[in-house]
């Protein structure tokens, strides 16, 4: 596999995350960039060590991740998008002003249920003796750019809308997830 092929297939995986990333933006107040840091580095790292642990994992696990991958990401996003869908009506009633708050609990899952994708990836670097810390490196370096990026694009969306935009964050999390469901389970 080439860099360029490494490069695009790591844009695909990170495509979730940029989704999520967007969301948590557009749910949030005053971000700084550390902030936009923090989200980079949590997707970004669940993304490099994802293939790592896959390509440990080998075939032994394979069919097991592969089979229930697409429950745990939609129970995980709908989980947290319901979270973010009351979090935005109940903010929207009390008209409070919304402050900028990264749960570590809530960050730590949305990382997994994007990154589950990875994972089988890393099986595969491992069928096909693919070079795993060259692959991780570009994988997980692309997604933190990709996610970064789109913590501020959820922002500016979001400082316009306020709590609507929480609310639709809730809401594009969950079809997210059962769009990977309805993929998986081969009716989309």
Do not use: R
């Not at 990709?146 to 979001?158: A, D, E, H």
């Amino acid at each position: 596999m080439s860099i360029l092929e490494l490069f695009i297939l790591a844009i695909g995986l990170s495509m979730d995350a940029f989704a999520v990333s967007i969301c948590k933006g557009l749910s949030l107040g005053k971000i700084k960039v550390k902030h936009m840091l923090i989200a980079g580095l949590w997707f970004g790292g669940f993304q490099a060590l994802m293939p790592l642990i896959g390509y440990f994992l080998g075939s032994f696990f394979a069919d097991m991740i592969t089979k229930y991958s697409h429950w745990i990401a939609f129970i995980l996003l709908s989980i947290i998008g319901g979270k973010m869908l009351i979090d935005g009506i109940k903010a929207e009633d009390d008209e409070d002003e919304g402050e900028f708050k990264l749960d570590l609990k809530e960050l730590f899952l949305l990382a997994i249920a994007t990154s589950i994708d990875a994972l089988a990836v890393g099986i595969t670097f491992a069928f096909l003796n693919y070079p795993i810390v060259e692959c991780m490196s570009i994988i997980g370096c692309t997604t933190f750019v990709i996610s970064f990026i789109g913590v501020y694009i959820g922002k500016v969306f979001g400082s316009k809308y306020e709590h609507k935009a929480e609310i639709a964050g809730g809401i594009i999390l969950i079809v997210i997830g059962l769009k990977i469901l309805l993929e998986h389970l081969g009716l989309f």
